[in-house]
Each structure stands twice: as structure tokens, then as C-alpha cells.
């Protein structure tokens, strides 16, 4: 007789399978650097009394820069230049009509004129045939030191020793005369330059949206005059992996422009048509734009990555805000830039800095090499050579547009190159 055995039981497995969850989007991490509020802007000192000096360098040593870093000077810095940029939240170029400009707008204007008419009259010397900086922009220079004050008489200014303060700004905005090159440094020169005729109550708040639309853009149309027709060599540059060769400031001010705009993205840098259309009327499109021409690669993505990264940003909103940290971060906090910056009368230093002749250095315009500092070690002081790469061995990088018309006049640049990947 057979047994029966029961039917196997078939287990239940609902149970032990785990519960199907969505994937939950992982938050992105939190950006360590505070994102810089713009700190109130004082009003303009009274300068009745004022001694006035020539600016001379004072950030020699690491010690003076965190000096520097704590000081009213930095605070100062950051409320205008912020200031300037809040100014033109959201207003294109095209905004401001040329007769709404202050006197003084119109004269700063007419200086940025007249400089770019002594570019034209000193043509670079081509038979030197060099992707490094032309010689001849130390003529350019010349002419421009030999007029500056009569341009400053044009503005209000009669004591030459204000003139002698002033002017220094506005010359060393153009670029270094020994190294014939050119970096956010001289940029940031020139916006000191306007924080001392703010300071010297010349132009006002209420010119800030002319600042940064008509002066700064000429300004900008200037400098690509001066680079395109002297070569100069990117002062620090990191190659590809920085944000421009040059500039940084149409950045900060372009995305203050383009903030809420309702259909142009931070994307739309790839988009040529978009580039075309809106490139006059919003800065960070324009430099984008120059970039794209001054390469002689197609694509942002090898020739400018930085840029390409950023345009991945969500909105405008994090573009200005990560251009107002590394504002910060890379110019302001970097030794290797604010090692040229000049303090004065207007913008002073602070009590403790070095100055030159204590430490024993030449001035700025004839420090040829331009890359000292002061380092203490184990008690002794020396003097430490640096550039912005943190190490003693500085690297001269010849200019992008100078290879760029090179490669026209070859004809090999009738078309960019494309990477073979691509």
C-alpha cells in the first residue's frame, strides 16, 4: 500500500522579494563657498583735504594679502564692482540710449575713443613675425601716458597730484608695458580707475548702469582692438582650463544682464544663430562669441571647457552666482593677481602692508619679470618668484589670436578645425 504524501507547498514569495521604490534623485552636494552678497557702498569721501599719492604696490607678501583680505580697501572693492553688476540686472545694452548719459559718461567715452585712435596710429611691426606680444604696444603706451593728463583735465580733475593718482589706474588698464601682456589684473585696473572717480564724486550711483553698458563695453572694444592688433600674451593664463584668456568681468556683468531673461539659457552659447542676434545687446553672449573667433578649433568644449561646464547651469540665477564667487576666488583671494594691484590715496592699504622700497623691489611697470613676492622661511625673508599655477617656473603663453590671424593669412583658417572625435 502507498503513501500519500501531501502536495508540496509553493511558498509565498511576496514577501520576500523587496518592495519596488522609485530611485530618489540624489541632492547635489552644497557649494562650500558662500555665494558674496554685495556689501553697502559708502559714499564718496571728502577729498578737500586729501594728500594724494602715486599708487604703488603693497600685496609682497602673503601676509599683506590677508591683510588685504580683511581690509575697508577689499570691502570697497567688492560694494562697487557688485554694485555695478546689480545695476544692469536684466537690461541689455541696447537699453540705455546714448542721450541719457551723464556729461561724465560722455567723457570718459570720448577718452576710450581717443585711445583706440592711438592704436590705429601705431600699427603693430609685423616683420617680427611673432605669436608673442608686438613691441610697438610699448609706443602705444607711451602715447597714451604722454595725453592721459589732458584727459583727466577733460573730466574735472585740476591738481596734477590727483592726476598723477588717477591716471596710473587707466594707464596700467591696458596692459603691462615690460611684459606686453594682459589679464583680469588690467581689467581690474580700469574698474579701479572708476572707483576713484566715484571716490573724487566725478561720476555717481546714478551712473552705474552707464558704466557698466557704454563705458565698460567700450572698454571691452578697446582692449579686443589692442589685443588683436599687439598680440598680447594672456598675463597667467591656464590655457583651456580657464575662463577666458583675458577678460572675466563680462561674465559677471553679462549674466547679471541675462538673469530673468525669459528664452535665452545658459545653453544657448552653443547656439550660434543665438550668439549672431543677441551678442550686441548682452556681454556674456558677446565674449562667447569673440572667444569662438579668436580659436582655431571649433567648439567650446575643447577650446573653452570651463565655459562649456557652465553652461549646464540650471539658470542664469547659478551662472551669476558662481561668476560672483570666483570673482572672489580667482581674483581678488588669488596672490598671483592682486600681487600688481595698487593702493593710493583713494584706495588705500592698510597699516602693516610692505610697501616697495622696504622690501627692495622695483615698481610694477619696471619689474620685468613681475612675479615676486616676500616668503619667510625658518626667519629669513627672500624674495619667492610665483605665478597663478602656485609654483616658481613661469610659463610665457603666446596669444590665441595672434594664431588664430596667423592661420588666416596662411589660409589654413578660412575654417575652424574640427576635432577628429568630434
Not at 555695478?84 to 541719457?100: E, G, M, N, R
Amino acid at each position: 500500500m502507498t503513501t500519500q504524501h501531501p502536495p508540496s507547498m509553493i511558498p509565498n514569495l511576496k514577501d520576500k522579494i523587496p518592495k519596488l521604490e522609485p530611485r530618489r534623485k540624489r541632492p547635489q552636494p552644497a557649494n562650500p563657498l558662500p555665494l558674496p552678497d554685495t556689501p553697502a557702498l559708502l559714499s564718496p569721501p571728502d577729498t578737500s583735504s586729501q594728500v594724494f599719492q602715486v599708487p604703488t604696490r603693497r600685496i609682497l607678501s602673503t601676509r599683506d594679502h590677508e591683510l588685504f583680505l580683511s581690509s575697508p580697501t577689499y570691502t570697497l572693492i567688492l560694494a562697487f564692482v557688485f554694485g555695478l553688476s546689480d545695476a544692469v540686472v536684466d537690461t541689455p545694452i541696447s537699453a540705455l540710449k546714448d542721450d541719457s548719459c551723464s556729461p561724465a559718461i560722455r567723457s570718459i567715452l570720448s577718452i576710450l575713443d581717443e585711445a583706440e585712435a592711438l592704436v590705429q596710429a601705431t600699427p603693430p611691426d609685423d616683420s617680427e613675425g611673432s605669436r608673442f606680444g608686438n613691441k610697438i604696444f610699448r609706443t602705444f603706451l607711451d602715447k597714451a601716458k604722454a595725453v592721459s593728463p589732458s584727459w583727466h583735465h577733460r573730466l574735472g580733475l585740476s591738481s596734477q597730484d590727483a592726476i598723477s593718482e588717477v591716471e596710473t589706474y587707466l594707464n596700467n588698464s591696458f596692459g603691462n608695458r615690460s611684459r606686453i601682456d594682459y589679464g583680469s589684473g588690467h581689467e581690474l585696473n580700469f574698474m579701479i580707475w572708476l572707483l576713484c572717480l566715484y571716490q573724487l564724486e566725478i561720476v555717481t550711483r546714478a551712473d552705474f548702469k552707464g558704466l557698466v553698458l557704454k563705458v565698460f563695453v567700450r572698454y571691452l572694444e578697446l582692449m579686443r582692438t589692442i589685443q588683436s592688433t599687439y598680440y598680447l600674451e594672456p598675463a597667467g593664463s591656464h590655457g583651456v582650463w580657464g575662463l577666458d584668456d583675458y577678460q572675466f568681468l563680462p561674465f559677471l556683468f553679462g549674466a547679471s544682464q541675462l538673469l530673468h531673461h525669459p528664452f535665452i539659457t545658459p545653453l544657448a552659447i552653443h547656439q550660434e544663430l543665438t550668439l549672431e542676434e543677441f551678442g550686441n545687446d548682452y556681454m556674456y553672449l558677446g565674449q562667447v562669441s569673440f572667444v569662438n573667433s579668436t580659436k582655431t578649433v571649433k567648439g567650446l568644449r575643447w577650446h573653452s571647457p570651463m565655459l562649456d561646464d557652465i553652461s549646464s547651469a540650471k539658470s542664469w540665477g547659478k551662472v551669476e552666482g558662481g561668476m560672483r564667487r570666483m570673482f572672489v576666488a580667482e581674483v581678488l583671494r588669488k596672490l598671483p593677481v592682486m600681487q600688481h594691484f595698487l593702493f593710493g590715496s583713494l584706495v588705500p592699504a592698510v597699516e602693516g602692508m610692505s610697501t616697495e622700497a622696504e622690501a627692495g623691489m622695483l615698481n610694477e611697470e619696471d619689474d620685468i619679470e613681475g612675479e615676486s613676492i616676500i616668503v619667510e622661511h625658518n626667519g629669513v625673508k627672500h624674495v619667492h618668484n610665483l605665478n597663478s599655477w602656485g609654483d616658481c617656473c613661469g610659463i610665457k603663453v603666446p596669444s590665441a589670436i595672434a594664431a588664430a590671424q596667423a592661420a588666416r593669412k596662411s589660409g589654413a583658417g578660412e575654417t575652424l578645425r574640427r576635432i577628429p572625435f568630434d
